[in-house]
């Protein structure tokens, strides 16, 4: 139902940022709350931060918070994350995830980009 497409991604040195962007197509935008996951590899893949469907509330991972930045546009169906003072521990796939706002009885409906990948390398 949703397509979620992610770019932004590539090389940046330590302390340098990147704004990455996930466009999404085929439902009404403003009935999905946003989020965006990374994974490196051999870990699991972990919640990085997340913003309400009309964009008023966000919430962020310990290690991300007072670095990173989500925000969104509901007029150009898109998310954003800002990510400042980059470190090598944050290279990994990111990935865009829509997740739909209302409860139904089948339980949380999930749908997920093809990631792009940011590497933190001197």
């Known amino acids: 139902q949703v397509q979620l497409v992610e770019s932004g991604g590539g090389l940046v040195q330590p302390g340098g940022s990147l704004r990455l962007s996930c466009a999404a197509s085929?439902?009404?935008?403003?009935?999905?709350?946003m989020r965006w996951y990374r994974q490196a590899p051999g870990k699991e893949r972990e919640l990085v931060a997340a913003i309400s469907a009309n964009g008023g509330s966000t919430s962020y991972a310990d290690s991300m918070k007072g670095r990173f930045t989500i925000s969104r546009d509901n007029a150009k169906n898109t998310v954003y994350l800002q990510m400042n003072s980059l470190k090598p521990e944050d290279t990994a796939v990111y990935y865009c995830?829509?997740?739909?706002?209302?409860?139904?009885?089948?339980?949380?409906?999930?749908?997920w980009g093809q990631g792009t990948q940011v590497t933190v390398s001197s």
């Open positions: 085929g439902a009404t935008f403003t009935d999905y709350a």
């Open positions: 995830n829509a997740r739909y706002i209302y409860i139904r009885e089948e339980g949380p409906v999930d749908y």
